[in-house]
């Protein structure tokens, strides 16, 4: 029983603080070995409603009326038992999610960050004065939504609960929050975390269930004032959808084809590393994810052999053995990727890594692909799981065309050490963000993060975040 440190009644959601029990379960199983590992609560619409109420009346008491110091000194609170609880909750992502344990941590660990920056922002959120007609004075105040709904997916649950619920919490929004069926876990986890270090009852409530059930009636609940989500560009049309009947803001990420530009005077001692692991991380599962590669066909060659060679090494395993890539979360995901593979029959394998274990799981081989046409679907469409394509290109505007063409934008590398070319391209690729000479280093809590296109909108990360979890109201005064 994974949650067993946290004490945490199997198969409970938590409403107004308290573990309710649900009717309906999920079983959740091991995505390494197929091993049975607890049940998960099956809610619905009842407990949907049940937890936004539950949200109202914290956000009209105790949470609501607590200054920002004092809602930043709890998140403060929060994010060092986090960081406590470190081991424990890499574990447990492990187990539920299939996560090499060094990435399992670094998420726990970015979970921990998360709530420190946003601890720390709470109460560094100003409005402004306006200068404006004679005997008039004009100010701005900065308030929360209210009710926030979360939902999110099963490939970082750690991170984006850190990242959209601390932003929502810091501004003083009480949150009602829908993970993912397949990994509803550390939500828990984080969720008793939180309880105990002072957060408020109803200021975070956890419904777990499916999407058709819990997750549609949270994003159609015309108590709420502000839905995030994290997940596919079908389910997020659907969010847009029942928000827009409600008159709410939405953000979404989507996810991405995100490109890393390779030219020719490249470090590419340096390049390498972050040119793989951008596509294997997390068994290539991630919003940002690099899954096109695109290298100036005077090093074609070269990086082409690089990450051959590298492709070769890769071992896939068990979460809990820590290789480099573990299993894809489950069999539908599984499905998705391989279907994606015998479409690429018809391009040439550079090289693939090798699965090293006997065990049951949703394992597949990375893949490198070479030569890809760039309108080829392995070029276009996101395929979320471990493999790349290298896309060859002769110069900066064939780069850049290429770059640009898909539905996407929401991250993009660029290697060169021309400065020039830097700030131009950084200007000109159609992206959320720009790495220059790194990609994604650090894992970035403070950098504004989000899409465009079908990537999404809105932006989360960093004090942008803020702004979209809070609304502006404008004051203004006739003294004479
Ligand atoms: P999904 O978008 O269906 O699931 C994400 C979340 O949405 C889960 O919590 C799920 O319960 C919820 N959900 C599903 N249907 C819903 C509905 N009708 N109303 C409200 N909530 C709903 O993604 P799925 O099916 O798990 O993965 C499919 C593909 O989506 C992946 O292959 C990948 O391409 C993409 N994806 C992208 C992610 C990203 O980080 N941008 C994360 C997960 C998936
Ligand atoms: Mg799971």
């Not at 607590?66 to 492990?94: F, P, S, Y």
């Not at 760039?374 to 070029?379: E, Q, Y």
């Not at 660029?414 to 790495?435: E, H, N, Y």
């Amino acid at each position: 029983m994974p949650l067993k440190p946290f004490d945490i009644p199997e198969a409970c959601h938590l409403i107004e603080g308290a573990w309710i029990r649900g009717e309906a379960t999920i079983q959740v199983t091991n995505p390494s070995d197929g091993a049975s590992l607890t049940t998960i609560a099956r809610g619905g619409k009842g407990q949907i409603d049940a937890a936004v109420i539950a949200a109202q009346v914290a956000r009209d008491g105790a949470w609501g009326k607590m200054t920002a110091a004092e809602r930043g000194r709890v998140l403060n609170r929060i994010g060092h038992a986090v960081l406590d609880h470190i081991d424990t909750l890499a574990q447990i992502e492990a187990l539920d999610v299939g996560k090499p344990l060094k990435q399992a941590r670094a998420d726990a660990l970015a979970l921990g960050r998360y709530m420190e920056f946003y601890g720390g922002a709470a109460d560094k959120i100003h409005g402004e004065t306006i200068p404006y007609l004679d005997g008039y004075t004009v100010y701005t105040l900065r308030e929360p939504h209210g009710v926030t709904g979360h939902i999110i997916p099963w490939n970082y649950p750690m991170q984006i609960i850190g990242r959209s619920v601390g932003a929502a919490l810091a501004m003083g929004n009480a949150c009602v929050l829908k993970p993912a069926e397949d990994a509803c876990l550390t939500a828990l986890a984080f969720a008793a975390i939180a309880m105990k270090a002072g957060l408020p009852a109803g200021a975070l409530n956890v419904v777990t269930g499916l999407g058709s059930e819990a997750g549609a009636a949270l994003a159609a609940h015309p108590g709420v004032q502000h839905m995030s989500f994290t997940g596919s560009v079908r389910t997020g049309e659907m969010i847009q959808a029942a928000a827009a009947k409600n008159v709410i803001p939405v953000t979404l990420e989507l996810g991405g084809k995100s490109p890393q530009l390779v030219f020719d005077d490249a470090d590419l001692d340096r390049a390498l590393p972050f040119l793989i692991n951008a596509g294997i991380q997390n068994a290539g599962q991630t919003c940002s994810a690099s899954s096109r590669i695109l290298v100036q066909r005077s090093v074609y060659d070269e990086v082409s052999a690089r990450m051959t060679d590298a492709y070769r090494k890769l071992r896939v395993g068990p979460a809990i053995s820590d290789l480099d890539v573990g299993p894809l979360i489950s069999a539908r995901q599984k499905k998705i990727v391989t279907d994606f593979l015998e479409r690429g029959a018809d391009l040439p394998i550079a090289a693939q890594g090798k699965i090293a274990t006997d065990a049951k799981g949703h394992y597949v081989q990375p893949t490198l692909f070479a030569d890809v046409p760039p309108d080829h679907t392995l070029a276009q469409d996101e395929v979320f799981g471990p493999v790349q394509v290298l896309i060859p290109f002769d110069d900066e505007t064939e780069a850049l065309h290429i770059a640009n063409g898909t539905d996407y934008g929401l991250v993009a590398g660029i290697w060169t050490g021309d400065g020039g070319r830097q700030m131009r391209l950084a200007k000109a690729l159609k992206s959320g963000q720009v790495f220059i000479n790194n990609y994604g280093a650090g894992g970035g809590v403070e950098l504004p993060f989000g899409g465009i296109g079908k990537s999404g909108h809105g932006r989360e990360k960093g004090f942008e975040a803020l702004y979209g979890f809070s609304t502006l109201k404008t004051v203004a005064a006739w003294h004479g």
